[in-house]
């Protein structure tokens, strides 16, 4: 069994940054893609970034390009998500995901994603 567990959340100003952890718990973390998702009241849930085991390759959605940044611990069970220059439409709850798959490559898609946390709330006031 996989549990995560995302913190680092909160209310921030427009242009300030936060850092998400996600702790990882159970044996078979190591050798698998890792997610940012987020959703907001009215949206659907959307990848924000990705990294696959290896840390070697890594994915951001157009709107965070250059704002966010994922990383991952693998000796530590931890995988992060430092996001700079935070603006209002980031406002979402946040989840850490673990991908099903083994290859050493990156997916977008929820269902690519079978461990979940229970989420995050990031409020980015203007």
């Known amino acids: 069994q996989v549990q995560l567990v995302e913190s680092g959340g909160g209310l921030v100003q427009a242009g300030d940054s936060l850092r998400l952890s996600c702790a990882a718990s159970g044996r078979t973390y190591r050798n698998y893609a890792m997610g940012w998702f987020r959703q907001a009241p009215g949206n659907e849930r959307e990848c924000v970034a990705a990294?696959?085991?290896?840390?070697?390759?890594?994915y951001y959605a157009d709107p965070v390009k250059g704002r966010f940044t994922i990383s991952r611990d693998n000796a530590k069970n931890m995988v992060y998500l430092q996001m700079n220059s935070l603006k209002p439409e980031d406002t979402a709850v946040y989840y850490c995901a673990r991908g099903w798959f083994k290859e050493d490559v990156v997916r977008t898609s929820g269902s690519s994603y079978d461990y979940w946390g229970q989420g995050t709330q990031v409020t980015v006031s203007s």
């Open positions: 990294i696959s085991w290896s840390g070697k390759r890594t």
